[in-house]
């Protein structure tokens, strides 16, 4: 090999530049999931949200607006801020629960490479156990 091939393939070109963003939305969906992976958080959602999933559930969409519902956060540049609506289970301590839930959602979004400045938790519910009583 020549020095002029070997030039040219140690060369390596400079990356562009650029910004990236990350939307509120997929923050959401991250923190959802880490939720929802906490012993003691039946669901996620106010009434009303629970309420028009509970009907989305009867017609076969099930799956909508899931990913999301009881949350919704905000980022601005690399910081997040994070607010959940929970419903927990009847004989979970509050304090045990909301404390693994911020734990577990920081490490989720800081696992994608941005800062969560606040986890704002608002414990809408506490579900009682059993099967939920079929809707007439």
């Known amino acids: 090999m ?3 091939s070997t030039r040219e393939l140690a060369t390596v070109p400079a990356v562009a530049g650029g910004a990236t963003q990350v ?3 997929v923050i959401e969906k ?12 039946a669901e996620l959602g106010g009434d009303v949200a629970r309420f028009f999933n509970s009907v989305l559930d009867r017609v076969g969409l099930d799956q909508l607006g899931d990913a999301r519902r009881g949350c919704s956060a905000h980022v601005t540049g690399d910081a997040a801020v994070v607010n959940l609506v929970l419903v927990i289970e009847a004989g979970y301590p509050v304090p045990e629960v909301t404390g693994q839930v911020r734990a577990q959602v920081c490490a989720a979004v800081e696992a994608y490479g941005l800062r969560v400045d606040e986890v704002n938790i608002r414990v809408d519910d506490v579900a009682m156990g059993g099967p939920a009583a ?3």
């Not at 991250?30 to 958080?41: D, H, K, L, Q, Y």
């Open 2 to 4: 020549s020095d002029e």
């Open 134 to 136: 079929p809707a007439v």
């Open 23 to 25: 939307s509120d939305e």
């Open 30 to 41: 991250i923190a959802v999931a880490a939720a929802r992976a906490v012993p003691g958080v």
